[in-house]
């Protein structure tokens, strides 16, 4: 069965401080893994694959195989990446996870 | 812009009612992928279609039903409508069907709501 797991609903951090978000999966074949971001009002958009190993806005994400993760860094957020952040697995299907909202703070 | 459009952008609507959303993909996309986002659940996948033929199925209740028209719009219909299905519904698209690491292009949602 495929899942997607984001532990944290909400995660607040200052302007300049790292940011992680979580993200773990679980399936038992080579997986596909996004990341999505949906800004306040805005449609949800890819920000990043993990098969282009591209760093976007910033950001970046590393599939960890051994760990099933596929975590979502940036060494110093902006007050622009607050939004709702959504990891996504395509095994069989493209599965969503239920997502962490950035908070970034002055 | 994504070049999805859905319509309406707004629902309100009373249990019991049904309703169908519609969503016209980018052009030259053939899949159509629906999905339900709501505070508590997330985003949920609900159903796709690829080329006018259903092609994946999600967490779609039976009250809900799809389809994919030959200009490859599609339809989400929802009836018997209960307050639990107040969220926002997205549709997206994508050139193909299968696996492949390319990105699903969303709409900007419905935001149905029960009364």
Same mark, same amino acid.
């Given at each position: /069965?495929? =899942?997607?797991?984001?532990?944290?609903?909400?995660?607040?951090?200052?302007?300049? /401080?790292?940011?992680?978000?979580?993200?773990?999966?679980?399936?038992?074949?080579?997986?596909?893994?996004?990341?999505?971001?949906?800004?306040?009002?805005?449609?949800?958009?890819?920000?990043?694959?993990?098969?282009?190993?591209?760093?976007?806005?910033?950001?970046?994400?590393?599939?960890?195989?051994?760990?099933?993760?596929?975590?979502?860094?940036?060494?110093?957020?902006?007050?622009?990446?607050?939004?709702?952040?959504?990891?996504?697995?395509?095994?069989?299907?493209?599965?969503?996870?239920?997502?962490? =909202?950035?908070?970034?703070?002055? | 812009?994504?070049?999805?459009?859905?319509?309406?952008?707004?629902?309100?609507?009373?249990?019991?009612?049904?309703?169908?959303?519609?969503?016209?993909?980018?052009?030259?996309?053939?899949?159509?992928?629906?999905? !339900? !986002?709501?505070?508590?659940?997330?985003?949920?996948?609900?159903? !796709?279609?690829?080329?006018?033929?259903?092609?994946?199925?999600?967490?779609?209740?039976?009250?809900?039903?799809?389809?994919?028209?030959?200009?490859?719009?599609?339809?989400?219909?929802?009836?018997?409508?209960?307050?639990?299905?107040?969220?926002?519904?997205?549709?997206?698209?994508?050139?193909?069907?299968?696996?492949?690491?390319?990105?699903?292009?969303?709409?900007?949602?419905?935001?149905?709501?029960?009364?």
């Amino acid at each position: /069965a495929q =899942r997607v797991t984001q532990p944290e609903k909400l995660l607040s951090v200052f302007k300049g /401080a790292p940011v992680e978000l979580k993200c773990n999966y679980s399936y038992s074949g080579s997986p596909e893994l996004f990341w999505y971001v949906q800004y306040s009002r805005q449609r949800l958009q890819l920000l990043l694959r993990h098969i282009s190993r591209e760093s976007i806005k910033g950001f970046t994400a590393d599939l960890n195989k051994g760990e099933t993760s596929f975590h979502l860094k940036k060494p110093f957020a902006q007050e622009e990446d607050s939004a709702m952040y959504y990891c996504a697995l395509r095994g069989d299907k493209l599965i969503f996870g239920t997502g962490t =909202r950035l908070q970034v703070f002055p | 812009d994504s070049g999805v459009t859905q319509t309406p952008k707004h629902l309100i609507t009373a249990t019991g009612q049904r309703v169908t959303l519609r969503c016209s993909p980018r052009s030259g996309d053939l899949s159509v992928y629906w999905y !339900q !986002q709501s505070l508590d659940q997330g985003l949920q996948f609900l159903i !796709q279609y690829y080329n006018g033929e259903e092609r994946a199925k999600g967490n779609i209740l039976e009250r809900f039903s799809a389809q994919q028209f030959p200009d490859l719009h599609s339809e989400l219909n929802l009836s018997s409508l209960e307050l639990g299905d107040s969220a926002l519904y997205f549709c997206a698209s994508s050139p193909r069907g299968g696996r492949g690491s390319y990105e699903q292009y969303f709409g900007p949602g419905t935001r149905l709501t029960v009364t």
